[in-house]
């Protein structure tokens, strides 16, 4: 459900192009609206990955030479050189569709096991939040305030519990982008380690816990009871292993 000010301002308000009249409306109406400040927070969060993705592929010489050689009649004729030069944009804009859908819907094309790739993606926002301070939107230690927070914001009721006892102290959590969709984050601290479990809905069954590492950072996945999570960290995988047991149990 989005609200009305989500189609009329939201956009102008993050490119940064609305009167002070009406960004200072839009911001007073975040203080009281459920659903833009998530939508802000998904696009921020979107255009850092589009920065960091690293899309661009350079063109081969041959298609480069061809190009240039039916652009090169632009300086010298009139009849021909426009419909050249938007076959040639045509195509490329073509070629560059084809090869982004080709990327984002293959699984074959990126790696030939998602559920690792998406790991992947999930350590690599477990770093941005870490480097752009993005890392609680609620901070406490109590397991009804964190949930209480993110209900209204997820359509799934959402496991927030605390293992402080167990070593594993609840610190709050935040929404974040994965795959293209929102995903809750509980964060905890053990031994001087943050530990970011991200938390989403899946139909898939339960699976046993599948380990990895990326960057320096660990990760341990698992599915149960219809919710998959995530759990990263620069902790030990055996820290990693025993929260994901305290989950499980």
């Known amino acids: 459900m989005r609200c009305d000010f989500a189609d009329s301002l939201l956009q102008g308000y993050f490119d940064g192009e609305l009167s002070s009249t009406s960004a200072a409306e839009f911001e007073r109406h975040l203080q009281h609206c459920v659903h833009c400040p998530v939508e802000l927070v998904e696009m921020d969060l979107l255009s850092?990955?589009?920065q960091l993705a690293q899309l661009y592929e350079a063109a081969p010489a041959s298609l480069r030479k061809k190009i240039r050689a039916n652009l090169?009649?632009?300086?010298?004729t009139t009849t021909m050189s426009k419909p050249l030069l938007w076959h040639w944009l045509a195509a490329a804009a073509a070629l560059l569709l084809l090869a982004i859908a080709g990327w984002?819907?293959?699984?074959v094309l990126?790696?030939?096991d998602y559920q690792a790739e998406l790991a992947e993606e999930i350590v690599d926002a477990h770093a941005l939040s870490l480097q752009s301070g993005h890392l609680i939107g609620i901070s406490s230690h109590d397991e009804q305030a964190v949930t209480g927070?993110?209900?209204g914001r997820l359509e799934f009721a959402l496991p927030a519990r605390d293992f402080a006892n167990e070593g594993f102290a609840l610190q709050g959590g935040r929404l974040d982008v994965v795959d293209e969709r929102s995903v809750a984050v509980l964060v905890y601290?053990?031994?001087g380690h943050l530990i970011n479990v991200f938390v989403w809905p899946t139909q898939g069954r339960d699976t046993s816990p599948r380990v990895g590492s990326r960057q320096g950072y660990q990760w341990v996945d698992w599915r149960k009871g219809r919710i998959e999570?995530?759990?990263v960290s620069d902790a030990r995988t055996s820290d990693l292993q025993q929260l994901q047991r305290l989950f499980t149990n």
């Open 48 to 50: 850092e990955r589009l």
């Open 72 to 76: 090169s009649p632009v300086a010298t």
């Open 104 to 107: 984002r819907v293959s699984p």
């Open 110 to 112: 990126r790696t030939d």
């Open 149 to 151: 927070w993110f209900k």
């Open 189 to 191: 601290a053990s031994t």
């Open 229 to 231: 999570f995530c759990a």
